[in-house]
Every structure is written in C-alpha cells, then in structure tokens.
T-cell receptor, first 112, second 115 residues
Framework: NAGVTQTPKFQVLKTGQSMTLQCAQDMNHNSMYWYRQDPGMGLRLIYYSASEGTTDKGEVPNGYNVSRLNKREFSLRLESAAPSQTSVYFC???????????FGPGTRLLVL | QQQVKQSPQSLIVQKGGISIINCAYENTAFDYFPWYQQFPGKGPALLIAIRPDVSEKKEGRFTISFNKSAKQFSLHIMDSQPGDSATYFCAASIRSRGSQGNLIFGKGTKLSVKP
C-alpha cells in the first residue's frame, strides 16, 4: 500500500518550459488536491478534484491546469513555467467520508 | 474570513519542555480543526484533530485546546523531544453536508527542540 505517490521528486525547468507533475493514490479516495508550499506561506491550494471527472480552482490556480485522469490519478501541468512557480508541490487525497488528507512526498520544482 | 492565523513562526524549546503553538480563525462555520506535522523533505501528516463540540483532545504527549468563544485553538506538546522537531500546521475546514471540506492552512510553525 503505497498511499500517495508523486513523480518526479525534483525538477529544474527554464522559464517558458512546460511540464506535468504526476500524482497517484491507491486508497480508492474520491477527492484529490494539489498544493504548493513556499517558505512562510504555508500550504496553498492550487486545484482540487472532489470526484473523478470534476476539477475546481483553489486559492492560487493561475498558471496551472489539472487533469483528473481517473479515480487514481490527478496531474498538474505548468504550460509556461515562470520563476514565481519555484516551489514544493504536494498532492493529497481524502476518502469520501473521511476527514484526513493524506499527502504525497512532494515534488521540488526550480524554475530558472 | 477564510484565514487561519498561526503563531509563532518559529519556536525553540529545551528537551522536556512544553511547546505551545496557537491558531485563530474568523469563520464560525469551521467545524473541523486538524494539526499536521511535517518533517524536512516529507509531506505533512495528520497529527491530531478536534471538533468544536469538545474543548480539549489529548493523544499521548499532544493536546489540542479549543476555545470556541475566542475562535482560537492551540497545540501543546508536553515533554518535548528532539524527535518532535518539525514544522507544524494548523488548519480548519467546514465538514457539513454540501461543503467541499477543503482545508485552510495556517502558515506553519518551525519547532526546534534542543537536547
């Protein structure tokens, strides 16, 4: 039981490049989330998906797109990376009646 | 209205001491208040949580105190150990039917416990 997995663990991009961050969970959870974590800013919600086939904007969605590929997978795409998107990105999932969000190990992204 | 304000930003405690982290909120609709613990290089993990129908919840050395009238809640770590050194986040959400239940996080407190 791996829980929430994220790939890649670390990535360096040049300004303007695109990339997709992958997230998968094996807990049969309905809800999935993407957060970014910056020093002194806590965890800020980028996008979330309450169930397969639905996605909604969070607090800081600009510059990002998401895809809920199936119940297991929720990807985050940066179409044209900017230095302001340098951050640590966390994916999380939550079960239908549960309250606990389970986080992945994170992806560290550096945009030069 | 949606913010959760957390203090202090950083905290240094001697081994065996009590660590106290405070959070305050404005939205009275919040009805679930968890604390997450994050070690360096790892994702956050749920530590302990409370609902507003109780004023205190204890799990081992970790206690949440909740003051509904003041709209404040705090985490107390008794007999703090070097292994407790981590970043702690408070959070709040609305768990009632019809709500998405998204967590609103505080900005975090970096705790260092000195041997």
């Amino acid at each position: 039981n791996a829980g929430v997995t994220q790939t890649p663990k670390f990535q360096v991009l040049k300004t303007g490049q695109s990339m997709t961050l992958q997230c998968a969970q094996d807990m049969n959870h309905n809800s999935m989330y993407w957060y970014r974590q910056d020093p002194g800013m806590g965890l800020r919600l980028i996008y979330y998906s309450a169930s397969e086939g639905t996605t909604d904007k969070g607090e800081v969605p600009n510059g990002y797109n998401v895809s809920r590929l199936n119940k297991r997978e929720f990807s985050l795409r940066l179409e044209s990376a900017a230095p302001s998107q340098t951050s640590v990105y966390f994916c999380a999932s939550r079960g239908g009646l549960g309250e606990t969000q389970y986080f992945g190990p994170g992806t560290r992204l550096l945009v030069l | 209205q949606q913010q959760v304000k957390q203090s202090p930003q950083s905290l240094i405690v001697q081994k065996g001491g009590i660590s106290i982290i405070n959070c305050a909120y404005e939205n009275t609709a919040f009805d679930y208040f968890p604390w997450y613990q994050q070690f360096p290089g790892k994702g956050p993990a749920l530590l302990i949580a409370i609902r507003p129908d109780v004023s205190e919840k204890k799990e081992g050395r970790f206690t949440i105190s909740f003051n509904k009238s003041a709209k404040q809640f705090s985490l107390h770590i008794m007999d703090s150990q070097p292994g407790d050194s981590a970043t702690y986040f408070c959070a709040a959400s609305i768990r009632s039917r019809g709500s998405q239940g998204n967590l609103i996080f505080g900005k975090g407190t970096k705790l260092s416990v000195k041997p």
